[in-house]
C-alpha cells in the first residue's frame, strides 16, 4: 500500500494495489488511512470470500468496506464479474478528481472467477458526485480586491496546489504581488525554496521567519491548506493581524472547518489561481506596496537562520549536515522520501526543494515505516530520478524487509538512516518537556544494518564521520543497487525551531535565545 502511496505522490498518477481476503485486506488499513489524510489518489483492490459465504465469518472473511469506510473516499462490494469495468472506471476517476484519496474496491471470489466480455463505459455518470473545480467568480473578485489592498501579505500553501498541479500558477502569482510564500508539510515543493520569496515550511517545526510573517501578516491567502493543528499552534493566536483570511480549497468540508475565512472560495487550485490572476492582471498594482514588508522578512531571514553543530564527539555526524550532502551530491535534484520522525523533520529544513513530488512523506497520519516502501514507489514511478529515502532506525525497523523487494526487483533506492539509538522524536519530547524521564524510547537492541542490508542482497555502509558521507552518498548513488547507509549521529540531538503543543507559532524553542552561527545554512 506505502509502494503505490509512494508511486501515486511521485508521478500524480493513480496508485494501485491489490490484497488477498481477510488479513490481507486488514493490512491495508494503516496505507489506506495514510492515503486518506494526505489526499492521495490510491485503488485498493481487495479479495473477499464466495459471495454466498459472506456474512458467515466463513475462512479469512473480513467486511472490508465496513472497516475502511470512514478512511476511503468511495468503496464498492462487487457482486458479479459484469460489474467489475464499470467499478474500475469510476473508481479511478472518484481516485483521481476533485480532493483526490483512496478508494477499495472488494471483489469476492465468485466474481474473479466469473466470465464477461470488457466493455469500457460509455461515458461516467455519478449520481452526487459532481466536484467543484472553477472558483465562484464574485469571490475571486473580491480575493482579488483584498490582495490588492494587502501590505503584509503571506501565500499560505498546501498539497492541494501540487495535487492540482498549480504550481506555475502560484509562481506567478507571488511575483505579481510580491507576496512571500511559506508551505505546509504536504506542500513542500509547490514553491521553488531557492527563491527570495520562499519562507520555508510554517508550523511547529517551520522556520522562524515563516511563523513571525504569518503571525504578523494583514492578508493571508491559504491555497489547498487544512489550516491543521501542526502548522496553527493555538487557534486563538493564529494569524491575529489578518483582517482578511483568503481559502482557497477543492473541498468544501474544508472551508471554515478550523478557521474561519473572511473570503471562502471552492475550486481546484489550478483554475482558481489561473482566474485569481486575470483578475489582478487587469487592476493596477501599486509598485513597491510589499516592499518594507519583504524588507522586514529579510531582516528575519537574516537574524533567524537554521543553525547546528558538528558534534564535537567522534564517531557521529550532524544530521543536518547529512541532509544537506544529500542535496549538494545531487545537485538538489534526487526525490526525497522520508518515514516518520526527527529525521523528517531535518530534510524539511535543511534541504531546498525545488519542484513539485520532489518531497513524499506521510503527513497527517505520520506513519513510521512509510520510507521505504513509499521509496520503491516512487522509484518505480519516476526511474529517471535518484531516489533516496531518509529514515530513523526505530522507523526503518518496522518495514525493512521490503529490502527484498527492493532487490528483487532490481530497485536502486539509496537508504540513508540516521541512527541515533532511540525513537528520536518521542525522546525529544520526553527531554524536553518531561524532564527526560526516557521511557520506551530507547533502541538498545538493534541490527546491524550494514550487515542486515547485505544479508537481502544489497549494498550495506556505514558512515561515522563527517568527511565520508559526501563519498559515501556518491558511491551508493554510482552503484545502481538497492543500498542501506547508516549515519552515525549524536543520540540526543534534537530538531530546532519547535513550537510546543498549544501554543502560538512565535512560541519557538530554538529561536533568536540559541542562534549560532558555525554550520549554519546560507
Known amino acids: 500500500m506505502h509502494a503505490a502511496d509512494g508511486y501515486a505522490r511521485a508521478t500524480g498518477k493513480v496508485g494501485v494495489c491489490l490484497a488477498t481476503s481477510g488479513p490481507g485486506a486488514t493490512n491495508l488499513i494503516t496505507g489506506i488511512a495514510n492515503a486518506y489524510l494526505d489526499s492521495i489518489p490510491i485503488v485498493a483492490i481487495t479479495g473477499q470470500v464466495r459471495a454466498d459465504l459472506i456474512g458467515t465469518d466463513a475462512f479469512q472473511e473480513a467486511d472490508v468496506t465496513g472497516i475502511t469506510l470512514p478512511i476511503v473516499k468511495h468503496s464498492y462490494l462487487v457482486q458479479s464479474a459484469a460489474e467489475i469495468p464499470r467499478v474500475i472506471h469510476e473508481a479511478f476517476h472518484i481516485a ?23 466493455k469500457a463505459p460509455d461515458s461516467l455518470h455519478l449520481a452526487g458526485y459532481k466536484p467543484t473545480v472553477k472558483g465562484h467568480v464574485k469571490q475571486i473578485r473580491a480575493a482579488a480586491q483584498a490582495i490588492l489592498e494587502a501590505e503584509r501579505p503571506v501565500l499560505y500553501v498546501g498539497g492541494g496546489v501540487i495535487s492540482a498541479g498549480a504550481s506555475d500558477e502560484l509562481h506567478a502569482l507571488a511575483d505579481l504581488i510580491q507576496a512571500p510564500v511559506t508551505t505546509t508539510l504536504m506542500g513542500l515543493g509547490a514553491f521553488d525554496e531557492r527563491l527570495p520569496l520562499s519562507l520555508g515550511m510554517l508550523g511547529m517545526h517551520g522556520t522562524v521567519p515563516a511563523n513571525y510573517a504569518v503571525h504578523e501578516c494583514d492578508v493571508l491567502i491559504g491555497i489547498g491548506v487544512r489550516f491543521d493543528d501542526r502548522v496553527t499552534g493555538k487557534l486563538s493566536a493564529f494569524a491575529p493581524q489578518a483582517r482578511t483570511i483568503i481559502h482557497i480549497d477543492v473541498d468544501p468540508a474544508e472551508i471554515g472547518k478550523n478557521v474561519e475565512p473572511s473570503i471562502p472560495i471552492v475550486g481546484d487550485a489550478r483554475h482558481v489561481l489561473a482566474a485569481l490572476l486575470a483578475e489582478l492582471q487587469k487592476a493596477e498594482l501599486v509598485p513597491g506596496r510589499t516592499a518594507p514588508w519583504l524588507a522586514k522578512i529579510a531582516a528575519w531571514q537574516g537574524e533567524f537562520r537554521l543553525h547546528y553543530e558538528q558534534p564535537a564527539a567522534e564517531g557521529v555526524v550532524a544530521p543536518q549536515f547529512v541532509i544537506q550532502e544529500i542535496e549538494r551530491v545531487t545537485g538538489g535534484e534526487a526525490v526525497i522520501v522520508t518515514d516518520v520522525g526527527q529525521h523528517q523533520m531535518w530534510s524539511t529544513l535543511y534541504f531546498d526543494y525545488r519542484f513539485p ?17 513509499a521509496a520503491i514507489g516512487a522509484k518505480l514511478g519516476r526511474p529517471d530520478k535518484t531516489v533516496i529515502d531518509v529514515s530513523g532506525d526505530g522507523g526503518f525497523q518496522m518495514t525493512m524487509q521490503e529490502l527484498a523487494t527492493a532487490v528483487n526487483y532490481d530497485i536502486p533506492v539509496v537508504v540513508c538512516i540516521l541512527n541515533n539509538g532511540y525513537l528520536g522524536m518521542v525522546r525529544q519530547w520526553q527531554d524536553l518537556f518531561w524532564n527526560k524521564r526516557y521511557s520506551q524510547t530507547c533502541i538498545a537492541v538493534q541490527p546491524d544494518f550494514v550487515m542486515l542490508a547485505e544479508a537481502f542482497g544489497a549494498k550495506g555502509m556505514r558512515v561515522s564521520s563527517p568527511e565520508h558521507v559526501g563519498e559515501a552518498l556518491r558511491e551508493a548513488i554510482d552503484s545502481g543497487r538497492p543500498t ?24 519557538l524553542i530554538g529561536g533568536k535565545a540559541s542562534r549560532k552561527t558555525r554550520g549554519a545554512k546560507s
Do not use: C, H
Not at 483521481?96 to 470488457?118: C, K, M
Not at 513530488?357 to 516502501?373: A, D, E, H, N
Not at 542501506?484 to 512560541?507: C, H, L
Open 96 to 118: 483521481s478528481t476533485g480532493r483526490p484519496g483512496p478508494v477499495v474496491i472488494d471483489v469476492p471470489v465468485t466474481a474473479l472467477l466469473g466470465e464477461l466480455t470488457y
Open 357 to 373: 513530488r520532489q518531497w513524499i512523506s506521510s503527513g497527517g497520519l505520520g506513519t513510521m515505516g512509510f520510507g521505504l516502501p
Open 484 to 507: 542501506v547507509i547508516d549515519f552515525k549521529i549524536s543520540p540526543e540531538e534534537n530538531v530546532f525551531p519547535m513550537v510546543p503543543a498549544g501554543q502560538s507559532i512565535t512560541e
